[in-house]
Nanobody, 114 residues
């Protein structure tokens, strides 16, 4: 199992980024996917969930209306569209798959700063 995040970077407050997570080594379309983040000195925080077919999504309350999770099962990729970014969104963002255990990517750094 391999998860590879990309799309992070430096963005100004109010800006947008779209993160991608390319999955391999398992039947991607059979598993739910999640996004998490971890800010310096803080615990890893769950952000969003998407069902295996992409029909159902859930979000942490603080993300509703700003972040959108989606997936393309033909491309084995899950996305996180992030809008209206704030400095407090600065963190390393991880995708997650729970198969026989939790699998994590290496993370992608998002920095929101002027």
């Amino acid at each position: 199992v391999q998860l590879v995040e990309s799309g992070g970077g430096l963005v100004q407050p109010g800006g947008s980024l779209r993160l991608s997570c390319l999955a391999s080594g398992f039947t991607f379309s059979s598993y739910v996917m999640r996004w998490y983040r971890q800010a310096p000195g803080k615990e890893r925080e769950w952000l969003a969930y998407i069902s295996n077919a992409g029909v159902n999504t859930k979000y942490a309350d603080s993300m509703k209306g700003r972040f959108t999770i989606s997936r393309d099962n033909a491309l084995n990729t899950v996305y996180l569209q992030m809008n209206s970014l704030k400095p407090e969104d600065t963190a390393v963002y991880y995708c997650n798959a729970l198969i026989d255990r939790n699998y994590w990517g290496q993370g992608t750094q998002v920095t929101v700063s002027s």
